[in-house]
């Protein structure tokens, strides 16, 4: 059998157990089939597709897999074997040689298709829209600072590692199948649940769909709600994979600036009054903190009554409120049925899980379900199970304390460490809530926060440039984001004086 575990060499997954080329045998062909079985591996090897020291199978195995009797497979193993290429380790089994020579490395670049063809390669012009990552590498470095990151060390394997295993030996034939676009129901009972007690989200478990992550369910609602050419309110600044979900969807991007009341639905309102949506994070404006006030929800809510729009909510981190209780979500003020509510496991739990949720008026549920059929059919079912029991037997609200506690320390010791080596150079800004804060700083002529962020990178200081969440660069403010979720409390003052270093000498 194959296996495949987590050792990478040289960029390339090393695979242990022996590993099978693809084999197309052609029973009609002139070639014989000790000729094809053969060749295949000699160009695999040649090719780089299968990597020295791999084990190859039994010639009884592979014989039983290709369907073949073991005459041809021995004749190319031996054949293989005098060439050079497999070599036989004595109770383990033939493998291929580990000492090859150089002139069987592969040549070509993989990145690079062998024969282009006529033409020139067309791609869509949409497909241009979304951005490289390692462009931008705050985006997925991991450590001081890196926006994103939790406190995984505080996790509860032990008991996430039974639900695991638990419900893995319970898999029958029905957890196999495709299964309900929205979701299981057992969970989204238990989703429906905790909104309304912890977000006072007004919802019945037939409004929500399980989508992996809120990043689905942003990119779902620009299918369903916009056409191309539309225009949508987005926050300026804002979270850029949002506003990529809707670039690629062919909308038109409405930048609305954001103050200390959240959204500027004045402003909104004087930019482009008719547009079809507006994507707001009114528990946590993402970055700058702010909540958004209760006028202007109402005012937001009143307009898209007026205007016929949609409101995207997205609830992303609502969970961590240090200085008050969470605030109530803006879904559960309106009476319009026009909000389109989404939170996320991601920052609670871990990313990995892509695990989040929708809760959509009840008018669209069908209308959501089939373009979401469309996108990926389901959601996977395992984890689903696993995290209905995590939250009934009460780990997630336990787990959720724990880290309220954990992260509001580090916060602390973060803004203390700000203000302790930075002093007044920099302003603080959303430090009430999530695992990020801002900072914003004043930059000699000429500097941009990018170019900081880029050097700092290269020193595994991760600092987001805030000039990137704007949607107009000539009004962008200058400053990072710092994420301090996976940075313990002692390590804070440290690390803001590295940070320290990165920044032009003060006078
Ligand atoms: C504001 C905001 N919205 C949505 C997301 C998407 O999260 P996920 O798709 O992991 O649920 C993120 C992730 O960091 C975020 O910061």
């Known amino acids: 059998m194959t296996t495949y575990d987590g050792a990478m060499k040289g960029g390339r997954k090393e695979v242990r157990g022996p590993v099978t080329p693809v084999i197309a045998i052609d029973r009609g062909a002139a070639t014989p089939l000790h000729r094809q079985i053969y060749e295949a591996y000699r160009r695999s090897i040649v090719g780089g597709d299968v990597a020295s020291g791999q084990q190859v199978p039994s010639s009884r195995s592979l014989a039983h897999d290709l369907r073949v009797s073991r005459i041809p497979v021995l004749t190319a193993y031996s054949q293989l074997l005098a060439e050079g290429y497999f070599e036989t380790r004595a109770g383990a089994g033939t493998f291929v040689s580990a000492s090859l020579p150089d002139r069987l490395t592969p040549v070509r670049n993989r990145d690079e298709p062998e024969n282009k063809g006529p033409g020139p390669r067309c791609v869509s ?5 979304a951005p490289a990552r390692t462009s931008a590498p705050w985006t997925y470095g991991s450590g001081a600072f890196s926006v994103g990151q939790l406190a995984y060390d505080h996790f509860p ?64 609602s620009a299918r369903v709600l916009l056409d191309p050419r539309e225009p949508a309110w987005v926050e300026d600044p804002g979270y850029e994979l949002m506003r990529h979900a809707l670039r690629m969807a062919g909308c038109r991007l409405v930048p609305v600036p954001v103050d200390e009341e959240g959204m500027n639905v004045g402003a909104g309102k004087k930019l482009c009054r008719t547009a079809r949506a507006a994507y707001v994070t009114p528990s946590h404006q993402y970055p700058l903190g702010a909540t958004m006030s209760v006028s202007r929800r109402l005012q937001l809510l009143d307009w898209a009554r007026h205007a016929g729009a949609w409101i995207v909510e997205d609830d ?53 379900a089939a373009v979401r059929r469309v996108a990926d059919l389901c959601p996977p079912q395992l984890y689903q199970a696993v995290l209905t029991d995590f939250i009934a037997e009460g780990h997630f609200a336990r787990h959720i304390r724990r880290t309220r506690l954990l992260y509001s320390e580090r916060r602390a010791a973060l803004v203390e460490a700000i203000r302790e080596v930075l002093g007044s150079r920099v302003s603080i800004l959303g430090s009430e809530a999530g695992m990020h804060l801002v900072i914003t700083l004043q930059l000699p002529a000429g500097m941009r926060d990018l170019e900081i962020s880029h050097r700092a990178a290269q020193s595994n200081l991760w600092l987001w440039p805030l000039s ?40």
């Open 468 to 507: 990137s969440t704007y949607l107009e660069g000539r009004s962008a403010r200058q400053g990072f984001i710092l994420g301090f979720g996976s940075m313990q409390a002692a390590d804070m003052l440290a690390a803001v004086r590295r940070l320290r270093e990165m920044l032009p000498k003060h006078r």
């Open 157 to 220: 394997f032990p008991i996430w590692s039974s639900l695991v295993a638990r419900h893995a030996r319970k898999v029958n034939r029905s957890s196999l199948n495709y299964g309900d676009p929205m979701g299981l129901r057992d969970f989204r009972e238990t989703i429906a649940t905790y909104l309304r007690t912890s977000r006072a989200v007004h919802c019945e478990a037939r409004q929500i769909m399980v989508v992996s992550g809120s990043q689905q369910a942003l990119d779902l």
């Open 125 to 129: 012009e949409r497909s241009d829209l």
């Open 316 to 368: 992303y981190d609502s969970e961590y409120r240090y200085e008050s209780m969470p605030i109530a979500s803006l879904q559960g003020l309106d009476r319009s049925a026009r909000v389109v509510y989404t939170g996320t496991f991601s920052k609670t739990l871990f990313p990995s899980l892509r695990l989040g949720y929708m809760v959509i008026p009840p008018d669209l549920i069908d209308r959501f």
